[in-house]
């Protein structure tokens, strides 16, 4: 049972369906989605976020092993681990799901309105309808019945009051009479995936939250900037709804405030501010001023450094170092005033249409009452307790956690960690893998459209406003109608959306369509969705075509809409021009080796493959060292204060003892061939080659340290690396104990004009390092020079715990960096207080510098032979989505974890480490797997055994047949990039899909 | 200019000596001054900051922080500050940066400006700020009562004088006694109307406590020992003070810090909560029409930032006034008038910065358009008269009970005859 249908909750639902699990998906409100399904982009890529969630909330809602539980929470959990009774309690939706088909008839007529609460009370709605227009499932509710008149007055009275959506509806799906309902469900194991409350501000009395009309929260802005919001994307200001000149951001509003309570830092807001801030820009028609007020910088993940930069550089922003004290009444009507100190020291005034306040995050209250109920300890903030090496465990056994219910986190942080708990949760029911699952459902029957005359149907996307707000959409679609074969047309305001997808099937069945064509985004993301809408209706998946007139048209001619809207009928003529000629293409299966490739013997690789053995999964761990370890070998107690090296000797004592795990140190690979479900590896070990084969590979090859050149590394012996330093800590050295003062320096390496990227772990390094020096020796005067302190989430706490035992912090730019020298045999270190503006220098008895953690040195090699990125930010590997597959390749069946994906901390390896297991028991599962469709085919009569598609194909596809001289393709292998077709002198090879006669007929579209 | 040696001029124990000799009424490991995060809410809180020289509150804590305990003790912020505790109301780190300053100006051997320390001294030798004798207070006393004698038409009204068994002790400023006589008659005629038990006594009725602004905890607790000693003697249950501010808050605050649990077993009620709760319970009736003009208040920081009485004056206005205004910012969000913090016995060293503060505040009334303003303290009140002066307002400055006084309804019989 999954509790909590948010990113996290679907990922783990969906993850854990796919690994032979019936899945209980148990939602509080009416619909799934959670928070992100209200936001309007995501950092640090500005993908729309609704449109990389509703892939997902659709999959979830088609699975047929995924069964959504809405209105219901967890009452009581009874029972051991792999044996649960849960008791759960379903608030009456008032409406059948079976029979709705969300037309809103009944919401029409309806009397009731409310606040609408998915806009934050934005907006009004009725009182029956869709939590949000995308909702999964898409069925309509009664959210608030105490305010529905025939469910007050009518049920009181015994009379017939209003009942004016029963009426109204056709479907007869209205019900009145339905009741609470509580129920039991057996299951194996939990995860809670709850989420998070936003922080209420109107308590900051400062702030005239509530009461200055212009004041709204960062989740507010969201739904202002949201297509499906309020003001349909167009930037107002609530006072008024005029376009506001300047907007302010104010962090940390319910975050890293000690007179509150909320001392941790909430861990997201940062990289969110930005993110408002830029799309805000985006949208505004005039040149809009965006400041951002704040103490730290914390953009920390991958690619957010780089982001901040852009920020700065490219857009524009401005970002104020000043934690804001008030807001007041500004000169103009509705406006506000912020009187800020700057970092030096000036006072400023400056006015504002439109203030944001960055609201932290909460524990969710809800969950804290089902945390009681079930016996679940919380930590001090009533967050889910949990310790580093056992990050989505909770007190109970047999209940998992992840997501922002365990401790602020940004959604790539809540996907891994979610298919962590899949993973946790399959380990601990791997027995009973595929025993509760739902027969899959009869594949339609295909319908034969062979020789039938092309009859296309035609579904144009506003995509909210992305595109709608640019591109004509009415008149691309009335103009395509007219095209040859055009026999429907039709607009929506997200095609993608479920609602949508009931349409298009329904009239693929009215109008006899026998070629669907979207025009939409890209079919990157969405074609999948689309093709199985098809198949669902009986229709060959292939004769679907993509017609992209978002990226290639709406986003980039902006400013041009008539251009924009010619343009956008040309993309779709050109579609459909295509799939006239389009033939239905058939898949192929393939078996799968139900083994698995671990590359890497660190905490993240030994985590992931102890959870495939323990799943039942033969592993192959390959370590290139003679021990395994990896970094954690030089780590010897967390921040926390959790004891490394012991839980690395229970790891490795487990993984070598795992009879299903066989261990090659020392080893090297030499090859690697071969596709998902099916690679050979050549290793060699000790100067003998072996050969492994496996159905799936996960990259954790780990990192390394910077060995620096800077502050006088490698020149005097006092200043050393954190983790140097560290080891000096764990013996106890007298260097160490007889010190008087121990400096650290941050960013060393890290943040850098050739290093951009920030290296995550160096602030809560040293704040390690500086309380374990305290602790030793508590008279030793320990200095920290830093940039930004990046102690995100509960990590703030140690922070704060080492101020408070006197650690001295002070903060530097990068233009004024710290001086490190040797003055007679004295270490000294000169810094500049950035407050006081008065230079310092420090004698220095040990100087620890936080060096940048560095890519592994081998990734580039590894990358090409298992066929991905291996070169991102200097030689960190490239995940499949930064936000939603956090541990996928784009090559199937590769999957990536620790170091090797960026910058972590010990418990976020772990994570990600049971994370890649879970993703990739998702492939060992399965005894077949599915390939071919529009793949390469070769016409071996015009073949003429030249065998330049041989050594041309990338993926090492193509296979050269001796004895009939001629080539061939391994349909499982070609991802059908048409290579080989562009090569071949004697137009043997064609790509399914992509024709010859398929692209003429689009290029004459074009130029028609 | 040459980079300090931080080895040589950092005091690193100096931010914990402070939190040891600071006076807490609450747990003092939450308030840790190695917090900080000088973050800058705390100089942008200040209204003074950039208005006077040496007066940002984020360098003084980061002098502390960095142990730079001979600049902090000659910095000027010191004694500029008027402890008003605005800046740190949304200190996330929690810091109380007034009690901080109190704490280095009261124990680190610092000796106050101008006669901040001499008045402290004088109160103690007296028994009260002014050295007003027994005799004086007795013969002041006597010739009001004389005075509401004849108002009353009642020859044999008077004012209750060491009534052992009273309900009440009314403790006064010393000023009234020697200044201000006519506010003697004001809050009499408030008393009586609402027929308490109450008295005054000759040897304990200084409301004063300067051991609050030169912090020294020593010399306050002998101050307000005055009071103390002086209400066990008679009985009382209720000590209720005339309008001061910084009496109150040391009264409040003293009980809980310079006193064990039970030594002081009083009630402390300033007269603006006092005069709020006889109109809430209809112990006095007021009239409104008898003050037409427009009036506003000020907030003093001791009763309203740090004693809490936030809607109290606002509730009396409303009832006392036809037409009250506020000013803005107000209630805990107030600016301090300029002279808080000891800041008018600290004499000439601060009149320059004290006057510049006050223009803030001369800004905030006048924006209220209003011709009375109200200051239910005797610092602030003062303050804003030089204000007054110095910005040639033309406003009326009063307290409270000047507005309630006027406002009574007697019953038949009572009260003033001059009328009739």
């Known amino acids: ?1008 | 200019m040459e980079a300090k040696k931080l080895n040589e001029v950092r005091d690193p124990k100096f931010r914990d000596e402070i939190v040891e000799k600071m006076c807490f009424h609450d747990d003092k490991a939450k308030f840790n001054l190695n917090y900080c995060l000088s973050c800058g809410t705390c100089a942008a809180g200040c209204y003074f900051t950039d208005l006077v020289e040496n007066h940002d509150p984020r360098k003084f804590m980061r002098k502390i922080a960095l142990g730079l305990k001979d600049e902090v003790l000659n910095d000027p912020f010191v004694w500029l500050c008027n402890m008003c505790g605005r800046c740190t109301m949304n200190c996330p780190g929690n810091i109380p940066l007034a009690n901080v300053v109190r704490t280095v100006r009261g124990q680190f051997g610092l000796t106050a400006p101008g006669h901040l320390q001499k008045v402290a001294e004088t109160h103690m030798e007296t028994g009260n700020q002014m050295a007003v004798t027994e005799e004086d207070f007795l013969d002041t006393i006597d010739w009001m009562q004389e005075e509401l004698q004849e108002e009353f038409g009642d020859p044999n009204f008077t004012i209750p004088v060491n009534v052992e068994g009273a309900e009440i002790l009314f403790i006064a400023h010393p000023r009234e006694i020697k200044y201000y006589p006519e506010d003697i008659k004001s809050w009499t005629k408030v008393m009586v109307n609402a027929k308490e038990s109450w008295t005054l006594c000759p040897t304990a009725f200084d409301v004063t406590n300067f051991g609050l602004f030169n912090g020294r905890d020593d010399e306050a607790r002998k101050i307000m020992d005055f009071t103390i000693n002086e209400a066990k003697r008679l009985g009382v249950k209720r000590i209720v003070m005339t309008e001061c501010g910084h009496g109150y808050w040391a009264y409040k605050w003293g009980q809980k810090v310079w006193y064990k649990e039970g030594e002081c077993p009083f009630t402390f009620e300033h007269f603006v909560e006092y005069m709020a709760d006889l109109i809430k319970t209809g112990k006095i009736k007021v009239d409104k029409s008898k003050n037409p003009q427009t009036v506003t208040i000020h907030d003093p920081c001791n009763t309203v930032r740090k004693g809490g009485l936030i809607e109290e004056g606002r509730y009396i206005l409303e009832n006392v006034a036809e037409n009250f205004v506020d000013m803005w910012p107000n209630r805990e969000y107030n600016i301090c008038c300029g002279g808080g913090g000891g800041a008018l016995p600290m004499g000439d060293w601060v009149k320059e910065a004290r006057m510049k503060k006050g223009k803030l505040k001369a800004d905030q009334m006048m924006a209220t358009g209003a011709e009375i303003c109200c200051a239910p303290c005797h610092n602030c009140y003062d303050q804003l008269n030089d204000i007054n002066k110095e910005y040639k307002l033309g406003m009326k400055i009063k307290h409270l009970h000047h507005l309630v006084a006027n406002a009574l309804i007697w019953e038949e019989g009572t009260g003033p005859k001059t009328e009739e």
């Not at chain 1, 922080?199 to 212009?214: D, H, Q, R």
């Not at chain 1, 954790?700 to 800590?729: F, H, N, P, S, W």
């Not at chain 1, 890649?916 to 005894?927: E, G, H, I, M, Q």
């Not at chain 1, 050269?960 to 990039?977: D, I, R, T």
Request: hydrophobic share 40%; with cysteine.
């Open chain 1, 1 to 1008: 049972m999954v509790v909590g249908g948010g990113i996290a909750g679907v990922q783990a639902s969906l993850d854990l369906a796919e690994a032979g699990y019936y899945v209980y998906l148990v939602e509080r409100s009416s619909a799934i989605g959670g928070t992100m399904a209200a936001l309007d982009k995501t950092f640090p890529t500005n993908d729309c976020s609704m449109c990389i969630l509703s892939p997902k909330l659709v999959e979830c809602g088609r699975h047929p092993n995924i069964e959504i539980v809405t209105l219901a929470s967890l009452v009581d959990l009874q029972g051991e681990p792999g044996n649960f009774k849960a008791t759960l309690i379903q608030a009456p939706r008032y409406v059948d799901g079976d029979k709705c088909v969300a037309c809103g008839d009944c919401a029409a007529k309806c009397p009731v309105k409310i606040s609408d609460e998915f806009n934050e009370g934005l907006a009004i709605k009725k009182i029956i309808g869709n939590k949000y227009a995308q909702a999964v499932p898409n069925t309509y509710a009664i959210s608030h019945p105490e305010k529905c008149l025939y469910l007050t007055k009518g049920v009181q009275t015994g009379k017939e009051v209003c009942k004016l959506c029963v009426k109204a509806c056709n479907k007869d799906a209205i019900n009145l009479n339905d009741k609470e309902k509580t129920f039991n469900l057996d299951i194996g194991a939990v995860i809670l995936a709850p989420g998070f409350d936003e922080f209420e501000p109107a308590s900051l009395k400062s702030f005239g939250y509530g009461v200055y009309k212009n004041v709204v929260t960062s989740i507010e802005f969201e739904r202002i900037l949201s297509a499906s919001g309020p003001f349909s994307g167009h930037l107002v200001r609530p006072s008024d709804h005029t376009e506001p000149k300047k907007v302010a951001w104010i962090q940390c509003v319910g975050s890293r405030d000690r007179r509150i309570g909320c001392n941790y830092c909430s861990s997201v807001c940062c990289t969110y501010a930005i993110k408002e801030a830029m799309i805000a820009k985006e949208h505004s028609a005039t040149p809009l001023d965006t400041a951002i007020f704040f103490m730290d910088m914390r953009t920390y993940g991958k690619g957010f450094e780089a982001y901040y930069n852009r920020a700065q550089n490219e857009t524009g922003i401005r970002f104020v170092r000043s934690r804001i004290f008030e807001l007041a009444p500004g000169s103009t009507e509705d406006s506000l005033k912020i009187r800020y100190s700057d970092e030096d020291g000036e006072i400023k005034n400056e006015e504002f249409d439109m203030v944001v306040l960055s609201v932290g995050l909460q524990p969710s209250k809800s969950a804290i009452e089902m945390a009681g109920k079930i016996g679940v300890e919380l930590n001090k903030y009533n967050f889910a307790d949990t310790t580093n090496f056992t990050p989505v465990e909770t007190s109970r056994s047999g209940v998992f956690i992840c997501g922002a219910f365990q401790s602020p986190m940004d959604i790539p942080t809540s996907v891994m960690q979610a298919s962590a708990a899949a993973a946790a949760a399959g380990t601990l029911l791997a027995e009973a893998r595929g025993t509760a699952l739902k027969a899959a459902a009869e594949p339609t029957v295909e319908l034969d459209v062979a020789g039938e005359e092309p009859r296309v149907g035609v579904f144009v996307c506003n995509c909210g406003i992305n595109i709608g707000s640019v591109v004509s959409v009415p008149e691309v679609r009335d103009y395509v109608a007219t095209l040859p074969n055009v026999v429907y047309a039709e607009e929506n305001l997200y095609t993608c959306s479920s609602d949508t997808q009931d349409k298009i099937k329904e009239a693929i069945k009215t109008h006899k369509l026998n070629r669907v064509v979207v025009s939409a985004c890209t079919p990157r993301t969405h074609e999948p969705l689309f093709r199985a809408t098809c198949a669902e209706a009986g229709l060959n998946p292939y004769l679907f075509e993509f017609g992209n007139i978002r990226e290639h048209c709406s986003w980039v001619h902006m400013k041009d809409k008539e251009a924009a809207t010619q343009k956008a009928k040309e993309i779709t003529a050109r579609a459909i021009a295509k799939a006239r000629l389009l033939d239905p293409l058939h898949t192929v299966t393939i078996g799968v080796n139900k083994s698995a490739l671990v590359i890497g013997g660190g905490i993240a690789g030994m985590n992931a493959a102890l959870d495939l053995a323990t799943q039942g999964f033969e592993v192959s761990l390959l370590e290139k060292s003679d021990a395994l370890g990896g970094m954690a070998r030089r780590i010897h107690f967390t921040l926390e204060g959790m004891n490394v090296t012991s839980y690395l000797e229970g790891l490795v004592s487990a993984v070598t003892a795992n009879p299903k795990i066989k261990v090659y140190t020392g080893a090297q690979i030499k090859d690697a061939v071969g596709y998902v479900g099916n690679f050979t590896t050549t290793v060699e070990v000790g100067g003998k080659t072996e050969e492994i084969n496996h159905g799936a590979v996960v990259i954790a090859i780990g990192g390394r340290e910077l060995k620096t050149t800077e502050y006088m590394y490698g020149q005097d012996a006092r200043v050393m690396t954190g983790l140097e330093l560290e080891e000096e800590i764990a013996k106890g050295s007298d260097k160490v104990k007889n010190a008087k003062n121990i400096v650290m320096i941050n960013c060393v390496g890290s943040r850098e004009p050739d290093r951009v990227y920030c290296s995550r772990v160096c602030c809560s390094e040293s704040v390690k390092n500086a309380l374990k020096v305290k602790e030793l020796n508590p008279d030793a005067n320990v200095y920290v020079l830093y940039r930004d302190m990046r102690t995100y989430g509960f990590k703030e706490d140690y922070y704060e715990a080492a101020r408070g035992k006197g650690v001295m912090f002070l903060r530097f730019d990068p233009g004024n960096k710290p001086v490190v020298a040797n003055d007679g045999g004295k270490l000294t270190v000169a810094v500049t207080d950035p407050i006081l503006k008065e230079a310092f220098t420090i004698d220095a008895d040990m100087v620890g510098l936080a060096v940048a953690t560095l890519p592994p040195e081998d990734s580039k090699g590894i990358a090409q032979l298992y066929k991905v990125t291996g070169e991102y930010e200097g030689g960190f590997f490239l995940e499949a989505h930064m936000k939603l597959r956090p541990v996928d390749f784009a090559t199937d069946g590769v999957f990536l974890a620790g170091l090797a994906h960026g910058p972590k901390f010990i418990e976020e390896s772990i994570a990600q480490g049971r994370a890649a297991a879970a993703r990739a028991a998702t492939v060992l599962t399965k005894d077949q797997l599915v390939g071919g469709g529009a793949v390469a085919k070769v016409d071996k009569e015009k073949c003429s055994g030249c065998r330049v598609c041989v050594t041309l194909c990338p993926y090492n596809a193509i296979t050269f047949l001796e004895e009939e001289n001629v080539a061939e393709v391994n349909e499982v292998l070609c991802k059908g990039c048409g290579t080989c077709v562009a090569a071949c002198p004697s137009k043997a090879t064609q790509a399914m899909g992509f024709k010859d006669e398929q692209i003429f007929a689009e290029i004459e579209a074009f130029l028609a």
